[in-house]
């Protein structure tokens, strides 16, 4: 492997989960960090599984004592990504996805700037908002102000896209689950420099289509619903 670091950031409600449990279940050599947070466990969700639920007291513990690659403050919860996964998935020489927020993923990017970096946004804000209250309600309430709250803080991150290597809209998530599959695929070969057949070329030329400089036709409806100013992808 070629020891890459893969994060993820998406405004809450957009499937990023999802995808990121079907991916791990389709691409080899690939660890998924579990993040530590101080908010308490939603519907199914299990300790270690999708979080390491711990006390605001021992998250502390751990930012003074350095544990963290990075950690944020999310809607009033702590959430923070152990150096230790990066360490441990790079012994074992397998690349690293971390599923982080807008704020985590620049901590991280500032500290490593060759991680691959890909934002997934929702298709729309009333697909957000209508995700937003299915969650809630199987968790027993809908709170129409937390909703709310929440679609203001997707369009501040949406408003971060730029800061991306790649960009993916989930409104078909077996096909957003695909090209994240692809991202993956595309970056070890051009890493590892090795030969390539015409399925390798087939995966790299889809990868190549989510990159942000190619992006700008598909996402600047989702940009434009969201009304982020200057919704045109920039060159890079």
Do not use: W
Request: net charge negative; aromatic share 6%; hydrophobic share 40%.
């Amino acid at each position: 492997m070629s020891d890459i670091l893969f994060l993820i950031s998406a405004p809450s409600g957009s499937g990023k989960s999802t995808l990121v449990n079907q991916l791990r279940s389709l691409v080899k050599n690939l660890e998924f960090s579990v993040s530590y947070t101080t908010r308490a466990p939603r519907g199914s969700e299990q300790e270690a599984r999708e979080y390491h639920f711990i006390s605001s007291e021992e998250f502390q513990r751990m930012i003074d004592a350095g544990e963290f690659l990075e950690h944020a403050d999310v809607f009033g919860k702590y959430y923070g990504t152990a150096r230790q996964a990066l360490t441990d998935a790079f012994a074992k020489g397998k690349d690293l996805l971390l599923d982080i927020d807008v704020q985590g993923a620049s901590q991280v990017r500032a500290k490593m700037p060759d991680a691959v970096t890909i934002f997934l946004m929702p298709p729309s804000p009333e697909i957000l908002a209508m995700r937003l209250r299915n969650r809630s309600r199987a968790e027993g309430a809908v709170r129409e102000e937390d909703i709310r709250r929440r679609l203001a803080r997707a369009r501040e991150e949406i408003e971060n896209f730029r800061e991306y290597d790649y960009i993916l809209v989930n409104d078909i998530l077996d096909r957003a689950v695909e090209e994240m599959a692809a991202i993956v695929a595309a970056e070890r070969m051009h890493r590892n420099n090795g030969p390539r057949t015409a399925d390798d070329e087939e995966l790299i030329a889809k990868a190549e289509q989510c990159r942000l400089r190619n992006s700008e036709a598909r996402i600047k409806p989702v940009l434009q619903a969201f009304g982020v100013v200057n919704a045109v992808a920039a060159p890079v």
